[in-house]
């Protein structure tokens, strides 16, 4: 179970841009707070808007319960097709081909409309049929242009903070240190600890950072470098908290090797001791910035 909640989901933004996810990040999305402000807010903007232009239709009350379910049902219907995408992957071994997230988006939207449609006629009559039909491209549209705010403004600032299972049943090293006096000095250095890209064990002490490039991560080592095939959403799953961060979604840097949060040409880098700089996401700039904070100053 623990190895199928790591596979990686592969998805491409509406922009075709990679999104790093895997199912488990995908089902905490739906534990973090601002997920559920975002979804109220896209709700009651549907409300107000009315782009299925049912309002005028049917009784208010019917109105607003056919909305609320069916935003509910859309988003059950989303879920399960994700789980059944990270499934295929599980049982295949493999995450190619990308899927694009609208296509699932559209898939799970399909449903949806003929339940919403089905209850309505039965509800109301079926002078409504025609009416859903005419507008089901522009409610398709309107559903993936909040998906895609939500992908590109939301999902970056939640993913980050997405609590994982396997890094919260267990201590970290000098949790349990503190937890036993007279151990101290024995408990294991983070940096004595290996990870394994792809078949390959590498001592956390010797990676000064990683970056991923396609299908393969480019290891910067103390004593040269490695290329791998890997996927850089494995390697982090491997990782504490205290380890290092993912500042951008293409690139992990140990927490031995960051200096300090700074600027280059306006834009927000991680400065590393070796006075290279690393590119930090807009959206994970508030994490970094909270993460050098409790770690490295």
């Known amino acids: 179970m623990h190895d199928f909640l790591r596979t990686n989901l592969n998805l491409r933004a509406t922009t075709l841009e990679p999104i790093d996810l895997s199912i488990r990040q995908f089902l905490g999305l739906f534990e973090h707070r601002l997920t559920w402000i975002y979804l ?13 232009h049912l309002f005028a239709s049917v009784p208010l009350g019917l109105y607003a319960i056919a909305w609320v379910a069916a935003f509910i049902l859309y988003i059950c219907v989303h879920a399960a097709i994700m789980l059944g995408l990270a499934a295929l992957r599980y049982l295949s071994g493999r995450t190619e081909p990308a899927i694009y997230w609208p296509v699932v988006s559209v898939l799970a939207f399909a449903p949806t409309l003929v ?4 209850s309505l006629s039965w509800a109301a009559g079926d002078a409504l049929r025609p009416l859903l039909l ?32 396997d890094r919260a049943a267990a201590p970290a090293p000098q949790d349990a240190a503190s937890a036993a006096p007279g151990f101290a000095e024995t408990a294991p250095d983070s940096e004595d600890r290996k990870i394994h890209i792809g078949s390959r064990p590498i001592s956390l002490g010797e990676v000064s950072v990683i970056e991923a490039r396609e299908h393969h991560v480019h290891v910067r080592m103390h ?13 982090v799953a491997q990782t504490r908290d205290e380890d290092g961060i993912q500042p951008h979604r293409s690139w992990w840097v140990p927490r031995h090797s960051v200096r300090e949060l700074g600027r280059d040409a306006g834009k927000p880098v991680l400065r590393l001791t ?13 994490t970094v910035r909270h993460w050098i904070a409790t770690h490295v100053l």
């Open 40 to 52: 109220g807010f896209v709700l009651v903007i549907l409300l107000v808007s009315d782009p299925s």
């Open 115 to 118: 339940a919403m449609e089905t």
């Open 223 to 235: 004593h040269g470098t490695l290329s791998q095939r890997a996927r850089l959403s494995d390697i």
């Open 134 to 165: 005419k507008r089901i491209w522009y409610v398709a549209v309107t559903v993936i242009m909040f998906e895609t705010i939500f992908t590109r403004f939301v999902l970056p600032r939640v993913a980050p903070s997405v609590t994982t299972p």
């Open 274 to 286: 070796d006075e290279s700089v690393i590119p930090v996401a807009r959206g994970r700039l508030e």
